[in-house]
């Protein structure tokens, strides 16, 4: 099992119904170190709100954003993987200024593919209605912010394995 030279968090972000909550855990126990998912970390008026169909303004995520970043802070130099969708880049930077070793791993996907997943998926609060605001509101990595995008077509593991892959190339010094 080939691990990082050193313990990155590593945040893995994207829009809803990307695998976040599947592709997650299986990166930490590929990393050796603790998933922790993102949306746990949501208050209770958040979660209400997208249950309803309602999307969440920036001052809703404040508070989640900093919790996730709290979280990686006190994983830093022991590695970790949370779960986020991180969708635009000053929440990515509200992340990085609490946790500045942050990785992002950006899950990617067709619209359709991944309207596909989430309208067979149980128990989870998003509905399929919120995919547009949430493509919308996405603001892929820029060149300058430390992560990879990795596609999301394939099974669980061939994702986490072009992950693996993506992170180790990410880590390796340039030549």
């Known amino acids: 099992m080939q691990q990082l030279h050193t313990p990155h968090v590593v ?32 208050p209770p008026a958040n979660i209400a709100k997208m249950t309803a169909g309602t999307p969440l303004t920036d001052e809703d995520r404040w508070p989640w954003l900093d919790a996730i970043g709290g979280w990686a802070h006190g994983r830093a130099g ?3 993987v949370v779960s986020s969708s991180a969708l635009k880049r000053s929440y ?38 919120l995919l547009d605001s949430q493509f919308a509101t ?15 077509a394939g099974s669980p593991e061939e994702i986490t394995e072009r992950a693996m892959k993506a992170l180790k190339a990410l880590s390796e010094p340039v030549q």
Request: no cysteine; aromatic share 4%; proline share 7%.
């Open 11 to 42: 945040v893995v972000m994207g829009v809803a119904g990307t695998g976040k909550t599947t592709i997650g855990p299986l990166l930490a126990a590929r990393l050796g170190v603790p998933y922790a998912e993102g949306d746990d970390f949501h």
């Open 78 to 80: 022991l590695g970790g």
């Open 92 to 129: 990515r930077d509200r992340l990085r200024a609490a946790a500045p070793g942050v990785v992002f791993v950006h899950l990617t996907g067709s619209r359709e593919l991944i309207e596909d997943r989430m309208s067979h998926r149980q128990g989870h609060f998003m509905p399929t209605a």
């Open 138 to 152: 996405l603001q892929p990595l820029e060149p300058d912010e430390a992560g990879v995008a990795v596609d999301v």
